[in-house]
């Protein structure tokens, strides 16, 4: 590209959101409700890379409805999409033939709850902030962060649009736009590109705890009307996975004959050849499983990286000029499976903090503190910190973590006078493909079992194709002379979507790295588990990616 350097437009407002997810939305709502009770007023954008709001929401989902009521109390009259209550819990520990049932734990009883498609619901919260004013613009992707000559954020500018795979200036050109705020609440979702960046800058993890992570895989399935059980929760855990590999299923069924059922595998996992899209589908085989989808159709799929570290990996949540909310910052609670609840309560709070600090008496500061602040008063800091040792106790095996969990929860009661630490990155746990035998997954059927990309199909997924690949590598020559060497190039396989493609010549000879960027559903996995972190994933032209119609 050339080196002429583009005067952009820039747009200024009070607050600024990046991501339209659950947490970016309370937040902006809840200063515009704050704004209208105070006679205040207070502009606030919220940025959106996906084609609209709930594009690239994927979540199981079971929501815990606690911070809704704080938002709208009125959720009931406004509509709100939560048509299935949570009626019966089901926990199974599967062998390879058969299951045993297990008491539910505590933190997974859904009485009060309800089985939601989250990206409908966040579509509702979208035209929740509309009506009180928000502006919202979706299709912009955030791709870089501003900042003052002190270094505190200014905001963030939208990707350039219209330039070519070549780095040139296509036809359809369009510079990017600055957006300006007093305050950038950062709520990008699980490792967030911009995110990412703001860590380092500002060093947020200095005293926290790495972050980990899974990888949550989906599908939605119109089942025969006979085997429908709205309300019914399934999850399990054991088989396919061996029990050094932290990880389960969801079935949830939903209201109008459909089941949402996914798997998630915790991305510490050690060997090389391990598939989580192939383990999914596996498991749909399984004798407990396999009956409820058969003669019914799967309609959509997705993937997501989802937060496991906990109270010990949350990081310093401020910064100059800004903050992060939600996943961005890492609230989910694994023991229950949950995190909508949480995002949306951090969301709040940050809303609440900006709210007063921006409309108080004298200079504002340029961080926020008191956001943080604000939040370890809270019921969520309380929940979080409650099982805070649960996720890391599977470190030492799925029996281990079993017992261990149930001393916790049960006898200390998630007051344990010690925190345990996670075993370390995730990246790092990968071990080299010497020690392990490659594992030879049964083929799909095509009727519960798919491949890949008959699946990818199914999150209608698009790229603009005439645009610089948003898969980044640190160096080329890594893909081959370390991952293709020493661990058989397990980008080929933790990717759900088939981005990572092995291809040689007709001989076997010349093995190079394939990367079919189109494919990317923005799971953000391959950011997480390259063993080399020669991966980065930077942010496409807006619009591009997932389209997720009920997920």
Same mark, same amino acid.
């Given at each position: 590209m050339s080196?002429?350097v583009v005067?952009?437009?820039?747009m200024?407002?009070d607050?600024?959101?990046?991501g ?7 937040a902006?709502i809840?200063?515009?409700?704050l704004a209208?009770?105070q006679?205040k007023?207070?502009s606030?954008?919220v940025?959106?890379?996906g084609?609209?709001v709930?594009?690239?929401?994927l979540?199981?989902?079971v929501?815990?409805?606690r911070?809704?009521?704080?938002l709208f109390?009125n ?8 048509d299935?209550?949570a009626?019966e819990?089901?926990f199974l520990y599967l ?9 539910t734990?505590?933190?997974m009883?859904n009485h ?11 579509r509702?919260l ?8 928000v502006?919202i613009y979706?299709g912009?992707?955030?791709a870089e962060v501003?900042?003052?000559d002190d270094?505190?954020v200014?905001?963030v500018?939208?990707g350039?649009?219209?330039?070519t ?7 359809n050109?369009q510079?990017?736009?600055?957006l300006?705020a007093?305050?950038?609440i950062?709520a990008?979702?699980c490792?967030g590109?911009l995110g990412k960046m703001l ?8 005293n926290?705890d790495?972050?980990t992570y899974?990888i ?6 119109d089942?025969?009307?006979?085997k429908?059980e709205?309300?019914?929760i399934?999850h399990t855990?054991g088989?396919?996975l061996?029990s ?5 299923s969801f079935m949830y069924h ?7 059922i996914?798997?998630?595998?915790g991305?510490?996992y050690?060997?090389p050849?391990?598939?989580p899209?192939?383990e999914?589908?596996?498991?749909k085989?399984? *004798? =407990?499983? !396999?009956?409820v989808?058969?003669g @019914?159709?799967r309609v $959509? ?11 010990q990996?949350?990081p310093k949540l401020t910064?100059?000029g ?9 609230f989910?609670?694994?023991?229950k499976?949950?995190g909508?609840?949480l995002a ?5 709070t940050a809303a609440?903090?900006?709210?007063d600090v921006l409309?108080?008496?004298g200079e504002?500061?340029r961080e926020v ?5 604000r939040?370890?008063d809270?019921?969520?800091w ?7 040792n649960?996720? *890391? =106790?599977? !470190?030492?095996?799925?029996?281990? @973590?079993?017992?261990? $969990?149930?001393?916790?929860t049960?006898?200390?009661q998630g007051?344990?006078?010690?925190t345990?630490?996670?075993h370390?990155t ?6 080299p ?6 594992i030879d ?6 009727e519960?079992?798919f491949?890949r ?14 645009q610089?690949?948003?898969?980044t590598?640190k160096?080329d020559?890594?893909p081959?002379?370390?991952?293709l ?6 980008e080929q396989r933790?990717c759900?979507?088939g981005?990572y493609?092995?291809?040689?010549e007709d001989?076997?000879?010349?093995p190079r790295l394939?990367?079919n ?7 953000k996995?391959?950011d997480?588990k ?10 496409p032209?807006g619009?591009g990616g997932p389209?997720y119609?009920?997920?």
């Amino acid at each position: 590209m050339s080196d002429e350097v583009v005067e952009r437009e820039f747009m200024e407002y009070d607050v600024l959101v990046v991501g339209a997810g659950p947490s970016g939305l309370s937040a902006a709502i809840r200063i515009r409700q704050l704004a209208a009770e105070q006679g205040k007023e207070l502009s606030v954008c919220v940025l959106e890379k996906g084609s609209e709001v709930g594009a690239h929401i994927l979540s199981g989902a079971v929501l815990e409805p606690r911070t809704l009521n704080e938002l709208f109390p009125n959720w009931q009259e406004l509509g709100a999409p939560l048509d299935t209550p949570a009626k019966e819990d089901a926990f199974l520990y599967l062998t390879e033939a058969n299951h045993i049932r297990f008491p539910t734990p505590p933190q997974m009883n859904n009485h009060g709850n309800y089985i939601i498609s989250l990206g409908n619901f966040t579509r509702w919260l979208g035209e929740q902030a509309e009506a009180l004013g928000v502006e919202i613009y979706p299709g912009f992707a955030a791709a870089e962060v501003l900042y003052h000559d002190d270094g505190s954020v200014k905001g963030v500018a939208t990707g350039d649009m219209g330039i070519t795979k070549t780095g040139e200036k296509g036809p359809n050109y369009q510079p990017g736009m600055e957006l300006h705020a007093k305050q950038t609440i950062f709520a990008e979702g699980c490792r967030g590109s911009l995110g990412k960046m703001l860590m380092e800058k500002f060093d947020l993890r200095a005293n926290s705890d790495v972050q980990t992570y899974g990888i949550g895989i989906k599908e939605l399935w119109d089942i025969d009307p006979a085997k429908s059980e709205p309300g019914k929760i399934v999850h399990t855990a054991g088989w396919p996975l061996d029990s050094k590999t932290y990880g389960g299923s969801f079935m949830y069924h939903l209201n109008g004959n459909q089941v949402a059922i996914g798997f998630v595998v915790g991305l510490d996992y050690e060997n090389p050849y391990l598939s989580p899209y192939q383990e999914f589908q596996r498991f749909k085989h399984h *004798p =407990s499983i !396999k009956p409820v989808l058969e003669g @019914g159709r799967r309609v $959509s799929y997705g993937a997501r990286a989802l937060n496991e570290g906990g109270f010990q990996s949350i990081p310093k949540l401020t910064f100059p000029g800004g903050m992060m909310v939600g996943c961005e910052a890492g609230f989910l609670n694994v023991p229950k499976i949950k995190g909508t609840h949480l995002a949306m309560k951090s969301g709040m709070t940050a809303a609440e903090a900006v709210f007063d600090v921006l409309t108080g008496e004298g200079e504002a500061p340029r961080e926020v503190t008191d956001y943080a602040d604000r939040l370890k008063d809270t019921w969520l800091w309380k929940e979080l910190y409650k099982v805070r040792n649960i996720r *890391p =106790s599977f !470190k030492y095996g799925f029996w281990g @973590g079993f017992f261990y $969990s149930a001393l916790d929860t049960v006898i200390l009661q998630g007051n344990a006078p010690w925190t345990l630490k996670h075993h370390g990155t995730d990246h790092g746990s990968l071990k080299p493909k010497s020690q392990f035998k490659p594992i030879d997954y049964p083929k799909p059927d095509g009727e519960i079992s798919f491949d890949r990309l008959t699946n990818v199909s199914f999150s209608f997924t698009n790229h603009e194709e005439d645009q610089p690949a948003h898969l980044t590598l640190k160096d080329d020559s890594v893909p081959i002379a370390v991952n293709l060497e020493k661990y058989d190039a397990p980008e080929q396989r933790y990717c759900p979507a088939g981005v990572y493609e092995i291809v040689r010549e007709d001989d076997g000879s010349n093995p190079r790295l394939q990367i079919n960027a189109q494919n990317c559903v923005h799971c953000k996995t391959c950011d997480i588990k390259d063993p080399t972190q020669n991966i980065n994933w930077v942010t496409p032209e807006g619009g591009g990616g997932p389209n997720y119609p009920n997920m």
